[in-house]
């Protein structure tokens, strides 16, 4: 959700009018989409939410790892949404947006009710690419020693000496993760389809 919630503000700062909003959101995409994630997350992870919460007079051990691992991954697919959102906008035809306008809306509400309607059936494919891609990559917390199914898939095999048993059923429960989540998408974009052919 909040990576949901960047990307669209990111989106809307690089399709602003604004120099200063779409060049500050321009290069914070890039920066991030130009890192591995790898690197990223040690990064955001013990450098800038530490900093961050530093200026904010808030105590760095009151912030979990769990919490540092949430907000890494959030600003990385941050960047990656706001990519997504700008694409599916800007495929809605512009007379969509002109049109809105001649009715006396404003460009905000023509956004609003015009375009992004439409733009959220174009969105739906590459954002459940990028939530699979999100799932995924949580594994990738295991490193910050964040309590998730991969870390302790690693700390029972190393305890057990049982390493096939262990990988194997975390590979199931990614698998079945990404199955149930791939079918929510498939059901929410056959929904949204079915409403654009009632309409036609």
Do not use: C
């Amino acid at each position: 959700m909040i990576s949901l919630v960047l990307g669209l503000v990111l989106a809307l700062g690089r399709m602003s009018r604004n120099i200063v909003s779409r060049n500050v959101a321009r290069t914070y995409i890039e920066f991030v989409r130009g890192v591995p994630i790898l690197p990223l997350i040690f990064f955001l992870a013990l450098v800038v939410v530490p900093d961050v919460a530093s200026w904010l007079g808030i105590d760095n051990r009151n912030i979990s790892t769990e919490w540092r691992g949430v907000i890494a991954l959030a600003v990385i697919y941050g960047a990656y949404i706001a990519e997504v959102f700008r694409g599916g906008v800007q495929s809605v035809p512009h007379g969509q947006t002109e049109a809105g306008l001649s009715l006396g809306l404003s460009r905000r509400a023509t956004l609003r009710r015009v375009v992004f309607p439409q733009a959220l059936r174009a969105v739906i494919p590459p954002l459940g690419n990028d939530f699979i891609a999100i799932l995924k990559d949580s594994s990738l917390l295991s490193v910050l020693a964040v309590g998730e199914v991969t870390l302790r898939a690693r700390q029972y095999a190393a305890g057990s000496f049982r390493f096939r048993e262990s990988y194997v059923v975390l590979v199931f429960i990614y698998v079945s993760l990404v199955l149930m989540l791939s079918f929510a998408l498939d059901r929410l974009e056959r929904r949204l389809n079915r409403g654009r052919q009632s309409h036609a």
